[in-house]
Structures are given as structure tokens and as C-alpha cells.
């Protein structure tokens, strides 16, 4: 394994990302700006990133971006996931994250469906009501009975996002209507749809581990089909059966 060594390092620090303490040294004044609310003081860290040649060689197979700076936080960001799927009961979640009466509600969705647009209406329509956890890749992890939702230093184009936490509350599957309506997901084909967003392991073991995350979510969150129109109303319409 060759590593990275493009650039001079910029600084090597502790970052606690969804309770984890990870050591990184930052060659890039882009990754040092992503990271700089999540760094820490402490010198004790539960492990260490090393983002190599072949690490950034596979991010730039995936993807017609060149910049080296935005593919070494691609491979960054895919080191922390497997290792929070391995060792620490986690997942990934493409999806935006909202917390509202201190609980965190999710929002996922295939790539353009609106999970931005539906951001911006709760924050506009409830302003200091709600925050937002993460706009784009939050980070999910098992602790107990619950399942607890991070921000990540990944918050999407948008950089929708802070360094707070809250215990899962309920998802929602958005997709466009004419007109707003909200219904329990049907369970048949969330197992699915789930694993379709988020990273799927090439290892078996972690395949496993992550069945079972996703297992116990569609088994104990609740999950709703929520269609809506980008409107005002479509909040409320949420919130029908959030405030139940």
C-alpha cells in the first residue's frame, strides 16, 4: 500500500465523529476546513485513517472528479463508514437529517427527489424549531435500543449541517405528489430501498452486520411513505404524524 503523498501535511489531529475518536493527518486545506468542528484535544483516539494511492485510485474510478483534495475526503469518508459498520454497530445513510423536539427524523430519497427543498421548508417554516443534523451523509449508529443519528463533516453541496446528535425518531421515503399525504411504508420492500442507500461492504462478515442494522431499524423505527409537493403544507403534513 503506497500513501498518500501529495501536498505537505497541514496538521494531525483527534476528530470525534459520531462518538468516535479518529487520528488523520490533513494534507489538504479543504479536508482541514470540513474537519475543524469535529477536532478535539485529547491524545487518545480509538484509530487512525491512512488514506493511500490505491484508496484515492478507486475513489477517481468512480467518479469524473480530479481534484485531489475532494478524493481524498471521498476516501476519508469511505474509511470512517467501514469502519463504523466493523467495529462500532454503525452505518451510513444517504439522507437528510433534521432534529425537532430532540429527536432526529430522516429524509431519503433517490438523488434529486428534493431532500434539499424539503429542508428548507422546515427551516423556514419553523425556524429555530428545528436544526439540521446533516444534509447529506449522517452517520447511524446501534447503542442499545436505540439508534442514534450523527453529523458528519459530508453535509452535501449545500453544507446543511453541525456537529450534534439525537435519537432516531422516524424516516421518511420521500417521493413527488400533486398533492401531500403521509402513510406507514409498506415493510416488504424497505429492507431494499435502505441498502440502496447506503455503502454495501464486499466483506460477508460486514454484509452481516449490516443486515442487521438495517434489520433492526425497519423492524423498530417507524418509516413512512411520504409524498408531497414541496410546498408549505407538505411540513405540516410530516409533522401529522411526528406530534401524534
Known sequence: MNILTYGESIAVAIYKIADMKIKYETKSTYILKKLQPYIIEDKEYDYEVIVSEDDINYERSLTDESGMDILESAALFRHICKNVLKSYNGIFLHCAALRYNDKAYLFTAPSGTGKTTHIRLWMKNLGDRVEVINGDKPILR????????????????????????????GIFLLSRGAENSVEKAPVKDLLAFLLS????????????????????????????????????????????????
Open 142 to 169: 446501534k447503542k442499545g435500543d436505540d439508534i442514534i443519528v450523527y453529523g458528519t463533516p459530508w453535509q452535501g453541496k449545500e453544507n446543511y449541517g453541525s456537529n450534534i446528535s439525537a435519537k432516531l425518531g
Open 197 to 244: 442507500q447506503t455503502l454495501r461492504p464486499n466483506e460477508k462478515e460486514d454484509m452481516i452486520k449490516l443486515f442487521e442494522v438495517l434489520e433492526f431499524i425497519v423492524g423498530n423505527i417507524p418509516i413512512y411513505h411520504l409524498k408531497c409537493n414541496m410546498e408549505n403544507q407538505a411540513v405540516q403534513t410530516a409533522l401529522s404524524v411526528i406530534d401524534k
